[in-house]
């Protein structure tokens, strides 16, 4: 069955410290893996990841993907409070225009 | 840009009882999805639609039925309310099928 786990299921951290977030997945040819945050409403667009061993980058957020091992890493650095949010996984089924998600990792960033 | 609006945001039905939530994209965006979240879960997808005219089932149809007969609208029916479908029930469009979504603000359903 297609799967996607993410670890771990909840965090609590201070301001300033770095977190990884795991992203790990049963779904073989693959073409892309997205990262979306969610703070209290609609998931907001993070990343998408096609190849592997690229990271993209966006300010203190970071993400890789390495798809020998089925797995992608979210890396938040100098965490925020803002940071606070449950962050989603998502991997396209092949041959589907389809989405799975994970069941997401819940953050929260304490002042 | 509006980008994917839902309605209503919250409602309340009683077991037994029919609604339609609404979806609506102005991105001209040829795919659409429904999805629910519940508690404490990931998104699981309902339906979804490749363009107007042709709508296919996610990984949770039952209970559920959509139409796409324009590319803007893409309406979830939901007959025969069951409490099994209190959740959290979001919308989303994109251009390509393997591309980003955007999400609408989501539906809180609750069945009592």
């Known amino acids: 069955e297609d799967k996607v786990v993410q670890s771990p299921l909840s965090l609590v951290v201070h301001e300033g410290d770095t977190v990884t977030l795991n992203c790990s997945y049963e779904?073989?040819?693959?073409?892309?893996l997205l990262w979306y945050k969610q703070e209290k409403k609609a998931p907001t667009f993070l990343f998408m990841l096609?190849?592997?061993?690229i990271e993209k980058k966006s300010g203190r957020l970071s993400s890789i993907l390495d798809k020998k091992e089925l797995f992608s890493i979210l890396n938040i650095t100098a965490t925020q409070t803002g940071d606070s949010a449950i962050y989603l996984c998502?991997?396209?089924?092949?041959?589907?225009?389809?989405?799975?998600f994970g069941t997401g990792t819940r953050l929260k960033v304490l002042a | 840009n509006a980008g994917v609006t839902q309605t209503p945001k919250f409602r309340i039905l009683k077991i037994g009882q029919s609604m339609t939530l609404q979806c609506t994209q102005d991105?001209?965006?040829?795919?659409m999805y429904w999805y629910r979240q519940d508690p404490g879960m990931g998104l699981k997808l309902i339906y979804y639609?490749?363009?107007?005219?042709?709508?296919d089932k996610g990984e949770v149809p039952n209970g559920y039925n959509v139409s796409r007969s324009t590319t803007e609208d893409f309406p979830l029916r939901l007959e025969l309310a069951a409490p099994s479908q209190t959740s959290v029930y979001f919308c989303?469009?994109?251009?390509?099928?393997?591309?980003?979504?955007?999400f609408g603000q989501g539906t809180r359903l609750t069945v009592v």
């Open positions: 989303a469009s994109s251009f390509g099928g393997t591309t980003e979504a955007f």
């Open positions: 779904v073989t040819n693959f073409r892309s």
């Open positions: 096609t190849s592997s061993g």
């Open positions: 998502a991997v396209d089924l092949p041959g589907t225009y389809k989405y799975i």
């Open positions: 991105m001209n965006h040829n795919y």
């Open positions: 639609s490749v363009g107007a005219g042709i709508t």
